[in-house]
């Protein structure tokens, strides 16, 4: 018994790593393989180290301002002017608070991007999209393997930080019995100390998490924009072109110079034949150029129509079997003779010369 198969079908399977042109096409569409995680806790990361750095002159700043308002603003007249004056100053305050930690956040989340896919833009995902509302594939995704390594994820990433947290606090427990017997100061001072410290180890739990998460992006990604054979095969074709596209366009170009070619045969001297199958057609014009030059060269058919055009038009045919062959082998078209030929095709324009009374 025999079992025919469709070798087709495998050749539609997507099985071929993606080409480099591939991997620029999704790139310009905005798809490359990145886990946000990462960008979340580099910034989250960045966040509470500055917020640690910047700690006391946030409280120095905001004391500041809170002092200021119960012993200077409140004595004021209420009007536009002051109600302006008293605007300006907070907002002045706040913003030396705000802006250094929005900087960083915001110096953190583009490092966390190009750390990854380095530099990007592009409009591409912005652009409307039909099947993004299509309902028959949100379902799909929804109950798909990435769905369910995302729940997989959500629910690690709880884990993960809910056992940091837990463990932060269960090393500080016995302080924060004591808290009581502290002044307001020292209390806030600790509970800040505590929170940057659960900040930054939950955060780098979730950096280390993050690392399977963007090894699981990169997989998943590779394994969306593999090729079939023929995906390949088509984009070589698109690459390169269409051979039967090419070989019209090499023949449209090969009739064009052969157009160009045959218009110069008027204008030569002498065309040196074979007689049949080579003709070598020869002109000398020293504002051109400083020795004979070729205007054209052809053999069996094209070395016909050279003589035929040559005939027509009255310029003389030559023949000398080996010079045409050696000079067909030698040059092309708009070649100088070169020296070892200088002696024989000086002879021959000679001839021509003094036969049209040239000389």
């Known amino acids: 018994m025999f079992v025919k198969l469709d070798l087709q079908y495998f050749a539609g399977e997507k099985t071929e790593?993606?080409?480099?042109?591939?991997?620029?096409?999704?790139?310009?569409?905005?798809?490359?393989?990145?886990?946000?995680?990462?960008?979340?806790?580099?910034?989250?990361?960045?966040?509470?180290?500055?917020?640690?750095v910047m700690g006391s002159f946030m409280k120095e700043t905001m004391s500041s301002l809170y002092f200021q308002s119960f012993t200077e603003y409140i004595h004021w007249n209420v009007t536009p002017d002051s109600v302006m004056q008293v605007l300006r100053e907070a907002f002045f305050e706040i913003a030396k608070v705000i802006t250094p930690i929005m900087g960083v956040v915001l110096i953190a989340a583009i490092a966390g991007n190009l750390l990854q896919v380095g530099f990007l833009f592009t409009t591409?995902?912005?652009?409307?999209?039909?099947?993004?509302?299509?309902?028959?594939?949100?379902?799909?995704?929804?109950?798909?393997?990435?769905?369910?390594?995302e729940l997989l994820k959500s629910m690690l990433k709880i884990i993960f930080i809910g056992t940091t947290a837990f463990t932060v606090i269960w090393i500080y427990k016995d302080e924060m019995m004591m808290i009581a017997l502290k002044n307001t100061e020292s209390a806030i001072s600790f509970f800040g100390r505590v929170t940057i410290t659960i900040g930054i180890s939950a955060t780098l739990a979730l950096l280390f998490l993050?690392?399977?998460?963007?090894?699981?992006?990169?997989?998943?990604?590779?394994?969306?924009?593999?090729?079939?054979?023929?995906?390949?095969?088509?984009?070589?074709?698109?690459?390169?072109?269409?051979?039967?596209?090419?070989?019209?366009?090499?023949?449209?170009?090969?009739?064009?110079?052969?157009?160009?070619?045959?218009?110069?045969?008027?204008?030569?001297?002498?065309?040196?034949?074979?007689?049949?199958?080579?003709?070598?057609?020869?002109?000398y014009n020293e504002e051109k150029a400083s020795a004979p030059y070729v205007v054209a060269l052809g053999i069996d058919d094209i070395?016909?129509?050279?003589?035929?055009?040559?005939?027509?038009?009255?310029?003389?045919?030559?023949?000398?079997?080996?010079?045409?062959?050696?000079?067909?082998?030698?040059?092309e078209i708009g070649d100088i003779i070169p020296e070892e030929f200088y002696q024989a095709v000086a002879e021959i324009l000679a001839y021509v010369y003094r036969i049209e009374n040239k000389v």
């Open 124 to 149: 591409e995902p912005l652009k409307f999209d039909l099947k993004k509302i299509d309902p028959i594939s949100g379902a799909k995704r929804i109950f798909s393997l990435r769905a369910l390594v």
């Open 17 to 52: 790593k993606a080409t480099p042109k591939k991997r620029e096409d999704e790139r310009e569409k905005g798809r490359v393989a990145k886990s946000q995680e990462i960008n979340t806790a580099i910034l989250l990361l960045f966040a509470f180290i500055i917020l640690a």
């Open 210 to 283: 993050s690392v399977f998460d963007y090894a699981y992006q990169r997989y998943d990604f590779e394994k969306n924009i593999r090729m079939s054979k023929q995906d390949i095969k088509d984009e070589h074709k698109n690459i390169e072109g269409d051979p039967l596209i090419q070989s019209k366009i090499k023949q449209k170009q090969r009739e064009i110079a052969m157009r160009r070619m045959m218009s110069e045969v008027p204008h030569a001297d002498v065309v040196i034949t074979n007689p049949t199958h080579y003709a070598v057609a020869i002109t």
């Open 303 to 331: 070395a016909l129509k050279i003589r035929e055009i040559a005939e027509a038009h009255g310029v003389m045919t030559v023949e000398n079997r080996k010079l045409a062959r050696d000079l067909y082998d030698s040059l």
